[in-house]
């Protein structure tokens, strides 16, 4: 079984920082693809953020400049440090992986829980 465990989530003023992690466990052969996405109440869930395994990131327009995706391959770990926190970016955050499992024959995607974020003063 794999699992996706985020963490960092919590209440931050306008203006301020937080910084999101997800660890990749279980029986795993490799991770590819690794990402962040969110979503707020009454809307679809979005792609905040996504990293490769050579490390090329992609941001959507509206968290670009203030948030950056990074991630330890040795760790099976993904990160996403949030400043300039706007209240449009609060929603439950959840981490993404496109995860090769033991006794399967090629990547699947995995989704963490999901953590809250909330901007407000």
């Known amino acids: 079984q794999v699992q996706l465990v985020e963490s960092g989530g919590g209440l931050v003023q306008p203006g301020g920082s937080l910084r999101l992690s997800c660890v990749a466990s279980?029986?795993?052969?490799?991770?590819?693809?690794m990402g962040w996405y969110r979503q707020a109440p009454g809307k679809q869930r979005e792609l905040v953020a996504a990293?490769?395994?050579?490390?090329?990131?992609n941001y959507a327009d509206s968290v670009k400049g203030r948030f950056t995706i990074s991630r330890d391959n040795a760790k099976n770990t993904v990160y996403l440090q949030m400043n300039s926190l706007k209240p449009e970016d609060t929603a439950v955050y959840y981490c993404?992986?496109?995860?090769?499992?033991?006794?399967?024959?090629?990547?699947?995607?995995?989704w963490g829980q999901g953590t809250q974020v909330t901007v407000s003063s």
């Open positions: 993404n992986a496109d995860v090769w499992a033991r006794g399967t024959m090629n990547y699947s995607p995995y």
């Open positions: 279980g029986s795993i052969y490799g991770i590819s693809g």
């Open positions: 990293i490769s395994t050579g490390g090329s990131t």
